[in-house]
């Protein structure tokens, strides 16, 4: 279970899941929007600067020290690792915990009098010389109401008063935007948007050298200036332009990557004309000060961080973000370009970022010649539309462009997307415009459309049922519409019987977002969500029936029946491709999170949808979800709790709602049981998944996600590095009481013949850290203190975690044990797959995940690799070679993985799942599948990451990409989206050490 109280409204998705995710939240989550460290390289006794944006928020400073060190001068300790600039804002709030940490929205300490900017002066005399890391929170604690937290991570370095950075070049002295670049720092700011410039000096007064600056766009695209130092003019200004060009981004093995703009600086001698020096200079974020910089000598392509919302502007996203409106995708003649710069609203320097950016909106055939459109416009921060007349255009490809037009510099490169023109299929009938099936149309037959459901329901039915839960309801456009004024999903259906021959395409457009459709006597009852119109299933209708039922939304209903004919040859063919991909794929069915939307019917019925739903497709087996702390099946076990933990009208009034249909499909059906019994009509395999790793907390949410065994039991909680209590939420694995609740679950499940069991290590990891027990017994078999360890010491450090990690493996062993006279009482094979991050072997092995010992022994059966990012340090790029590698060696399979409820950005979903499969993976997994289970239009896109050909056609033909662009905010669509959750690090002492 997700459980997703503060969720953003992801960029790019559509209204039914926004719908679906505002119902979880009181209150808007609290969300960092802007960040700057002023300076992170500082002399002792210089000022530390730091401001962050985050509205309705309460705001604390953390130093996370040695718990050997003293807090710094004025600080306030908190435990053993850490310590606070503290506060007296909350001093009538005493009895809120860690009041005196917190500071308020221009309380005593913000030097930012401006609504909801704070910004910290924090004196650094007395400080010795080192590195310090800090963490600068924005919560809604202290007080009452939703709990919600946004963090950023950053460190300073400080020196002595004496310290004198050397220049990052023997030969020249260089500065970008006036920021001197060091060997220490080598970098200066830059701000997109705006001209930006480099001054360049000879350590040598009296050299005299010519300089060439190139620069390399993203795209390719490059530029020439040069300038000249001479000893009576020893400097040089040279123009680095507007940064206006969007980085490109490239998927690699399930990596990804990032390439911004590059520029070499090249220095020869003014007399000879050798080369003196080159310097490469790289468009890179500086994540630490929460600014974009220039840097001298990064490397060209750089890991992309996985950012926690993509709702608001990030680091490296374009100052102008142009795309085209997704209306072309059903109509290639429907040409919108869109565009706005990056930022909406104040930002924290505002003297950085300019209200418009004026530029040329040009259209030229990708084939060359004049340009067939061009206008000059202002880039503002609201969306603004420019439609194209493209009719009279021929087939091929156009670029189009926005060329800034920004005084001060002579850079005139920005954003290019392309449209491909190409003419429409006849008579095709697409499922989605985000996909390219389509069933071939009968053209001897007419469609049907009802935006009359008075006439419908006169001509078709025998009435409205009679406890008028149905109203026809007249509107403005001339629509009758169908709703059901009552909201509850037991009401009768309206079932309307069109008198139809032949196989037909149902599309439905639901009013007020929400719908359930069944089509035929023996169809399956359906959830529409959203505005638009869907693709709901294709049969034929010879003597059937259209069943019409209410959700749990009063004046929900029905706007629109698109009914059209289609050959049965055409429909088998495309059921065909969607529902058996080449590559296996699996979805990771989160099933409970199905039924928390407002919209939800709760009859066992919707557990056939879901069954469809994966079907369909092309997820033929499904990893189905039996618990976390708790258990959502009917156990016998003595140390299960099933769902709620605790009575669920005991909890607050917001969980009621929001878990109450989940909770009445636990305890009022046997879920698991169905699904057992029934997956196998739609060609499922069912492999029962439980979670190794995630409790919650006794008093979150209201206590209805904790069991009983876990409040009873603190002793066997995980504790932190350094750490002087044990976690709210997780347990250690090195207790054998630990080990055996899971495995027991395990095995009482394996008894119901499943078709296999999924180990869920993706939820919530790490499985084991330094419980004091665990410590003591390492410190006395080997002599040596763990907590005393980090990676920087490896080989030490890689004794301890593999000692460690031993503990859950004996978790594997003991399964396999206990499963052995299972498998040969029950005839079934009951393979055991397990999930884990891909963030690389050595990091799960630090997380208690030893895959390489699993293999060897056979602990598993299937690998399936899940893009959970939880790297404080951000190094990793989940390139998934490695496990591959590993797989082959055993004959075990190894998939690759996207998270559901990331598909924010399709263009990156697939180039992402294409870089999976050409990396040879075994299969494609997909966490939280129940969302696409759901009838939306963006669910087709899931067949065609089973099938690499139809989907690099797919990218390399469509508009797809015009439409949803790829910048920072969205790059890593399809991570996991608890990704920065945990910040966890191999360095360091403090509790988020590993």
């Not at 085209?324 to 869109?338: A, G, R, T």
């Not at 037009?405 to 850079?411: K, N």
């Not at 009768?492 to 719908?515: D, E, I, M, N, W």
């Not at 079934?828 to 030893?850: E, H, T």
Request: net charge neutral; glycine share 8%; with cysteine.
């Amino acid at each position: 279970m997700a459980c997703r109280i503060p969720i953003p409204a992801l960029l790019g998705l559509f209204a039914w899941r926004i719908a679906i995710m505002s119902t979880l939240a009181e209150a808007e989550p609290i969300r960092i929007s802007d960040f700057l460290v002023e300076k992170t390289h500082l002399l002792a006794g210089d000022p530390l600067t730091v401001s962050v944006a985050a509205d309705g928020a309460n705001f604390a400073l953390r130093h996370n020290r040695n718990p050997n060190d003293k807090p710094l001068p004025g600080w306030r300790a908190h435990g053993r690792s850490y310590a606070f600039v503290p506060s007296t804002d909350f001093s009538d709030l005493r009895s809120h915990k860690d009041a005196d940490l917190w500071h308020k929205d221009n309380g005593k300490q913000d030097h930012d009098r401006r609504h909801g900017i704070f910004t910290f002066i924090v004196d650094t005399t007395g400080w010795t010389e080192g590195v310090y890391s800090f963490l600068l929170m924005a919560c809604t604690e202290p007080g009452p109401g939703p709990y919600s937290y946004d963090s950023r991570n950053f460190e300073v370095h400080v020196y002595s008063k004496t310290h004198r950075p050397e220049s990052v070049s023997p030969n020249l002295e260089i500065a970008v935007n006036g920021g001197r670049c060091t060997r220490e720092d080598p970098a200066g700011p830059i701000h997109p948007g705006r001209p930006n410039g480099i001054t360049v000096r000879a350590v040598d007064r009296a050299a005299s050298y010519r300089l060439e600056l190139i620069r390399i766009q993203p795209d390719g695209r490059e530029r020439r200036t040069t300038g000249r130092i001479e000893p009576d003019a020893p400097e040089a200004q040279l123009d680095l332009g507007v940064f206006a060009v969007p980085a490109r981004y490239d998927y690699e093995a399930g990596a990804l990557y990032r390439t911004g703009c590059r520029f070499d600086l090249i220095a020869t001698d003014g007399d000879t004309g050798k080369r003196i020096e080159k310097l490469r200079l790289v468009q890179t974020m500086d994540e630490n000060r929460g600014t974009e910089v220039l840097r001298v000598g990064a490397d060209d392509r750089e890991v992309h961080p996985v950012w926690k919302d993509p709702k608001h502007a990030k680091l490296m996203d374009p100052p102008i973000l142009l795309r085209l409106s997704p209306e072309v995708l059903s109509d290639p003649n429907d040409v919108q370009v869109i565009y706005h710069l990056r930022k909406k609203g104040p930002a924290l320097r505002p003297d950085r970022s300019g209200p418009v950016i004026a530029g040329l909106l040009r259209v030229t055939s990708s084939g060359g010649g004049p340009p067939v459109f061009e206008k000059a416009v202002e880039v503002g921060p609201q969306p603004a539309a420019e439609r194209l007349e493209v009719r009279g255009l021929e087939e091929g490809d156009y670029r189009i462009e926005i060329v800034p037009q920004v005084e001060g510099t002579a850079d005139r490169d920005g954003p290019v997307i392309v449209y491909r023109r190409r003419k429409p299929e006849v008579n095709a009938v697409r499922l989605s415009p985000m996909a390219p099936w389509a069933f071939k149309r009968d053209a001897d037959r007419p469609e049907i459309t009802v935006t009359d459901f008075r006439k419908a329901v006169l001509e078709w039915s025998t009435g409205l049922p009679k406890d008028a839960s149905w109203q026809l309801v007249d509107g403005k456009d001339g629509r009758v519409a169908l709703i059901n004024t009552a909201g509850n999903w037991d009401r009768p259906p309206v079932v309307l019987r069109p008198g139809l021959t032949g196989h037909y395409a149902l599309f439905a457009q639901a009013k007020k977002g929400s719908c359930h459709i069944r089509l035929g006597k023996q169809g399956t009852v359906r959830r529409i969500e959203g505005y638009q119109s869907c693709f709901v299933d294709a049969a034929d209708l010879t003597g059937e029936e259209i069943a019409i039922y209410p959700s749990n939304v009063a004046g929900a209903g029905l706007r629109e029946l698109r009914l059209v004919p289609v050959t049965p040859e055409s429909v088998e063919q495309v059921i065909g491709q969607t529902s058996n991909p080449p590559t296996p794929m699996v979805g990771i069915a989160d099933w409970g999170d199905y039924f928390m939307a407002p919209s939800r019917r709760l009859a066992e019925d919707q557990f056939d949808a879901l069954l469809q739903g994966h079907a369909e497709l092309g997820m033929r087996c499904i990893a189905w979800a039996i618990g976390r702390s708790w258990v959502e099946y009917h156990s016998t076990l003595p140390n299960t709790t099933r769902f709620p933990c605790v009575p669920l009208d005991t909890a607050e009034p917001q969980y009621q709602r929001t878990y109450g249909g989940f909770a009445h499909m636990t305890n009022t059906y046997q879920p698991l049981r169905y699904v057992l019994g029934h997956g196998p009509a739609y060609g499922l395999q069912i492999e029962p998944w439980l979670a190794m790793q995630r409790h919650y907390g006794v008093k979150a949410y209201g206590g209805i996600f904790t069991s009983k065994w876990f409040k009873e039991h603190p002793k066997w909680r995980r504790w932190g590095k350094n750490a002087s209590a044990g976690s709210r939420q997780e347990v250690s694995y090195y207790f054998p009481e630990v080990r055996k609740e899971r495995v027991d679950i395990f095995c009482e499940v394996a008894r119901k013949a499943p078709d296999g069991l999924m180990v869920g290590c993706c939820r919530q990891p790490p499985m084991l850290l330094y419980h004091p027990d665990m410590v003591a017994a390492y410190r006395k078999k080997t002599g040596i203190d763990p907590l005393k360890l980090d990676a920087t010491n490896k080989a030490e450090y890689e004794r301890w975690i593999r000692w460690r990690a031993n503990f859950f493996t004996e978790t594997l062993r003991e399964l396999k044990t206990r499963l052995a006279p299972i498998r040969a009482e029950t005839g079934r094979p009951i393979p055991v797959a397990v999930r884990l991050p891909s963030k690389g072997l050595f990091y799960n092995l630090a997380q208690g995940l030893d895959v390489e010992t699993w293999c060897r022994e056979r602990l598993v059966d299937r690998i399936q690799l899940h893009p959970l990012e939880e790297d404080r340090e951000g190094s990793g790029s989940h390139d998934v070679r490695p496990y591959v590698e590993l797989g082959r060696r055993h004959d075990i399979p190894v998939y690759g993985g996207l998270n559901c409820i990331t598909f924010y950005n399709h263009t990156a979903v697939l180039k992402r799942a294409l870089s999976l499969l050409d990396a040879g993976v075994g299969g494609i997994e997909l966490y939280e599948s129940n969302t696409y289970a759901v009838v939306v239009p963006d669910r087709w896109l899931v067949p065609l990451l089973g099938r690499a050909d139809r989907l690099r056609r797919f990218l390399d033909e469509s508009n797809i990409e015009a439409c949803y662009p790829i910048w920072s905010r969205n790059a890593d669509a399809g991570f996991d989206w608890h990704c920065q959750r945990g910040r966890w690090s191999l360095y360091g002492y403090a509790a988020n050490a590993l």
